[in-house]
């Protein structure tokens, strides 16, 4: 446990914004988890792109997510792949999050061990930093039922 970890060569790969997904990284960096709308028919979507996949529009806004939600499915990643990079990291859990915004989100969960994770978990958004990008990972979080509904308005 206290023996220094070796130094790996391999470094994890960071996503590279596009025109369309720069928004999205931006507000990652900012502390906020953007979501593109239609300015059109009101879906909001993700993962973002240029246009609107419910009904084609190209006049998009983007929307301040509440950064909360719900374990979707998981898995448990044991076998690094991406060479060394996630060697030290398995077992860790890749998940899809259902936001309240009604968007599915692929993203790990953070803070506990990964078999922990469960369809239904609450969790909300926490900014991971690598490289030059803030990662939307997620955490377990607590919720007080009566609390979580009056917050919904
Ligand atoms: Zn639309």
Request: proline letters at 11%; aromatic letters at 8%; hydrophobic letters at 40%.
């Amino acid at each position: 446990v206290t023996a220094p970890k070796p130094q790996r060569m391999a470094t994890k790969p960071v996503p590279e914004p596009t025109v369309a997904s720069r928004p999205f990284w931006a507000g990652c960096a900012a502390g906020e988890l953007r979501l593109p709308r239609c300015r059109d028919c009101r879906v909001v979507h993700f993962y973002p792109r240029s246009f609107c996949p419910a009904c084609g529009g190209a006049d998009l806004e983007w929307i301040r997510s509440r950064g909360t939600g719900t374990v979707h499915a998981t898995t448990v990643v044991r076998r690094p792949f991406w060479g060394d990079a996630f060697a030290e990291d398995v077992p860790y859990n890749v998940v899809l999050v259902a936001l309240d915004e009604g968007i599915t989100m692929l993203s790990a969960v953070v803070g506990v061990p990964a078999e922990s994770v469960y369809i239904g978990m609450p969790v909300a958004v926490e900014f991971v930093p690598r490289g030059e990008i803030s990662l939307p990972l997620f955490r377990p979080r607590e919720i007080d039922p009566s609390g979580d509904r009056a917050e919904q308005r």
